[in-house]
């Protein structure tokens, strides 16, 4: 949403606002069923739509999760962050079991 729709729902009643709702959700709902917005293969399914204001969508399988808009910088960022998160991780357990494993090693000596 662009900071002019922002301010023309400041000055709508709320019934404009719920119908305003209603038209995003249909949107949002018609570009989540659109086959050309996924990529991949089904069961890691990479979506992306700049029409569909989401950010964190639902699998297209019921039970499979959500995933990220990346048509989105909030859903770009997200992704970013997750693989960063994982990266520390897997740094912070390497060190963990390096220093545990010099540990042990130092003890047997």
């Keep these: 949403m662009t900071e002019q729709d922002s301010a023309q729902t400041e000055v709508m009643s709320p019934e404009q606002k719920l119908e305003l709702l209603a038209r995003q959700k249909e949107v949002n709902l018609a570009e989540w069923n659109n086959q050309d917005n996924w990529g991949g293969p089904k069961s890691m399914a990479v979506y992306f739509s700049k029409k569909d204001c989401r950010i964190w969508v639902p699998q297209h399988k019921p039970g499979m999760g959500y ?7 909030g859903g770009v960022m997200w992704l970013v962050g997750i693989c960063m998160g994982m990266i520390l991780m897997m740094v912070a357990l390497s060190i963990f079991v390096g220093d545990m494993l ?3 090693v130092n003890m047997e000596m």
Aim: proline residues 0%.
């Design 67 to 73: 995933t990220v808009n990346l048509a989105h910088t």
């Design 102 to 104: 010099t540990r042990y």
